[in-house]
Nanobody
């Protein structure tokens, strides 16, 4: 079983910063793409940023220039540095990973979600 455990959410004022972390654990061969999604109340879950195993990144237009995704392949951890946060960034943030599981192939996993609230 593979688990993704997120941390780093919280309450921050507009213009502030937060850093989210997501660590993968369990029995697997390797991790391909990792990423972050978010879901605000009453809205669909949208991609925020993603990063391949080789380090190529992709961002939603609304987060370009403010958010930075990175990963540590030794620690099996993905990070999301969020700067200049805006109230519209308020949402539950979910970690996502494509994991190669022995005898099962490539499987998708989600974290439990961490709340980010941007408010004065």
């Amino acid at each position: 079983q593979v688990q993704l455990v997120e941390s780093g959410g919280g309450l921050v004022q507009p213009g502030g910063s937060l850093r989210l972390s997501c660590a993968a654990s369990g029995a697997f061969s390797s991790i391909n793409a990792m990423g972050w999604y978010r879901q605000a109340p009453g809205k669909q879950r949208d991609m925020v940023a993603s990063i391949t195993g080789g380090g190529s990144t992709n961002y939603a237009d609304s987060t370009k220039g403010r958010f930075t995704i990175s990963r540590d392949n030794v620690k099996n951890t993905v990070y999301l540095q969020m700067n200049n946060l805006k109230p519209e960034d308020t949402a539950v943030y979910y970690c996502h990973a494509e994991v190669l599981v022995m005898y099962q192939g490539l499987r998708t996993y989600w974290g439990q979600g961490t709340q980010v609230t941007v408010s004065s």
